[in-house]
């Protein structure tokens, strides 16, 4: 059983480690780079994992554990739906300004355990949070009664992924923040009721003719 100490100090490693990755995408970090980045020798870093696959998987981890955490206290401590959405939005925003589009690549290709958990965490934690968060919109009047909250919901997850796609949005012409805060306010006003929109529009301070 590991202790209080190690345990601490992997989670140091992995946190540290997945944000270089997230800076310069997976395959261009080596362990020599996550060594020099912790001023640390990578003997160190060998002594708490076997390799770099084993880094990046509970890097990942780490990463899920947080968002779950994160979305879960944005979703309580909102008033409704749509302030919901554009805290989390405003959260996704911290997240990817600085957020290497090679990422999902790397992670799909080169580490298959971790695809997996990023997979498991998109179709179950994130696809139930954005279903709930539909179902509350609508019994609060803010989203379309006749939304098919299963379809909408997947769409919505794949969404979610089409600014990585450097074919659909190359990286030297689109910055990867506004691509996806694009998407986020495109999904809002495709699910909004009327008065959805007059609440979108009064959060974000835009007024507009009738």
Not at 47 to 58: I, M, S
Request: proline share 1%; charged share 25%.
């Amino acid at each position: 059983m590991e202790t209080a100490e190690a345990i601490e100090v992997k989670e140091r490693i992995a946190k540290e480690a997945l944000d270089l990755f997230f800076q310069r995408g997976i395959k261009s970090v080596s362990v020599d780079d996550i060594a020099q980045h912790l001023s640390m020798s990578k003997k160190t870093i060998y002594k708490w994992f076997t390799n770099k696959d084993e880094v990046v998987y509970e890097g990942v981890k780490h990463y899920m554990s947080s968002v779950h955490r994160d979305c879960d206290h944005v979703a309580a401590h909102s008033k409704d739906a749509i302030e919901e959405l554009i805290n989390i939005m405003s959260m996704m925003r911290k997240i990817f300004s600085n957020f290497h589009p090679a990422v999902f690549h790397d992670l799909q290709k080169y580490h298959s355990s971790s695809w997996k958990l990023w997979l498991e965490h998109k179709t179950g934690y994130m696809l139930e949070h954005i279903k709930a968060n539909l179902r509350r919109g609508i019994e609060e009047g803010l989203f379309r009664a006749d939304l098919d909250v299963e379809i909408i919901a997947r769409l919505r997850l794949v969404q979610l992924e089409v600014p990585f796609n450097t074919s659909v949005f190359p990286a030297h012409e689109f910055v990867l923040q506004r691509v996806q805060m694009a998407c986020v306010e495109h999904y809002m006003l495709g699910v909004a009721t009327l008065k959805g929109h007059k609440l979108i529009n009064e959060y974000n301070h835009i007024t507009e003719e009738e």
